[in-house]
Each structure stands twice: as structure tokens, then as C-alpha cells.
């Protein structure tokens, strides 16, 4: 037996006030989604808003539906309305506020696993490093260059 060692880096930025004013900008559209999410059973908000190469701007929030599995993540109604809109373009950076809505949350919040395979599905495709920038609605922001720090065991199509 042998054993495997991932070792992973992480920014942290004590504030979204840390980010350059670009990444700011998108977190905060991010913000601006997570207060439209569609969450009547958890009380739960996400919101995500994704950079894409040609300068667009995407957002998407967590839509539930009473048939719980009928609901979608935040972050993957916002990648896969980026691939549906823009198919040719590549998804630069992605960011998460996520925060029930009866309460301020500071910690970082990042995607669940099914939204990591999804965001994988992508950075794989691309053959391009997707910035994840992830928080609550307020407090630190975690930056990651890609989804391989949070999912290092990707599932790729070359496996089936």
C-alpha cells in the first residue's frame, strides 16, 4: 500500500473590499443573484455570476422546485446557460455568494459536487482553468485557480 498526498493553496481575502475592483464587480452580481434565488424550501440562496473570455457576464441562482430533485444549483444554471448562449467561449472565473436568507453567513461557501462535476464537464472541455472565487453573503472570499484544488479525483469523459 502506498499513500497519495494532495497538497491544495487557497487565496483568502478577508473581505470582498480585498478583491480587485474587476472581481468585485463580479462577486457582487453574484450577490445580486443569490437575492433572486427561488429557495421557498431551504431558505438557502446561491448565487453565482461567471466571467466568460469575450468579457460576458452570466449569472444564475438556485431555482427549487416541491420535487426536490427537480431544483438546480445556482452555479449550474449559470454555466449552462453560459454553454447554451455562448458555446464557442470559455468560462474564466466563476463566483459563489450563498447564505440563508433569514441570516448573515461568513463562511465560504463553495460548489456542491454535483455542481463540481459540472464546473469539471467545463474546465475540462475548455482546456482552461476555471477561477472559482467562493463566499457567504458576507466575510472572507476563498479564491481557487482551478475546480482540480476542490475536486482532485476529476471524473473526465476519457473514463467512460
Given amino acids: 500500500m502506498?499513500?497519495?498526498?494532495?497538497?491544495?493553496?487557497?487565496?483568502?481575502?478577508?473581505?470582498?473590499?480585498?478583491?480587485?475592483?474587476?472581481?468585485?464587480?463580479?462577486?457582487?452580481?453574484?450577490?445580486?443573484?443569490?437575492e433572486r434565488a427561488y429557495?421557498?424550501?431551504?431558505?438557502?440562496?446561491?448565487?453565482?455570476?461567471?466571467?466568460?473570455?469575450?468579457?460576458?457576464?452570466?449569472?444564475?441562482?438556485?431555482?427549487?422546485?416541491a420535487a426536490y430533485p427537480s431544483g438546480l444549483c445556482a452555479e449550474r444554471v449559470a454555466?449552462?446557460?453560459?454553454?447554451?448562449?455562448?458555446?464557442?467561449?470559455?468560462?474564466?472565473?466563476?463566483?459563489?455568494?450563498?447564505?440563508?436568507?433569514?441570516?448573515?453567513l461568513e463562511e465560504p461557501i463553495p460548489p456542491c459536487g454535483a455542481c463540481r462535476q459540472s464546473i469539471a464537464e467545463y474546465e475540462m472541455k475548455q482546456d482552461v482553468d476555471i477561477e472559482i472565487y467562493f463566499m457567504?453573503?458576507?466575510?472572507?472570499?476563498?479564491h481557487s485557480n482551478s475546480l482540480k484544488n476542490l475536486l482532485p479525483f476529476l471524473f473526465e469523459k476519457k473514463h467512460l
Fill in 39 to 65: 429557495a421557498p424550501y431551504s431558505n438557502f440562496g446561491v448565487g453565482t455570476a461567471i466571467l466568460l473570455d469575450n468579457g460576458e457576464i452570466v449569472s444564475g441562482s438556485n431555482q427549487e422546485n
Fill in 2 to 34: 502506498k499513500q497519495i498526498t494532495f497538497t491544495t493553496t487557497f487565496s483568502v481575502f478577508d473581505s470582498l473590499d480585498e478583491l480587485d475592483t474587476e472581481d468585485k464587480k463580479i462577486m457582487q452580481k453574484a450577490i445580486e443573484a443569490r
Fill in 136 to 142: 457567504g453573503s458576507k466575510g472572507k472570499v476563498y
Fill in 79 to 104: 454555466i449552462f446557460y453560459a454553454g447554451a448562449n455562448y458555446p464557442t467561449s470559455k468560462v474564466l472565473k466563476l463566483f459563489i455568494s450563498a447564505s440563508p436568507k433569514d441570516r448573515e
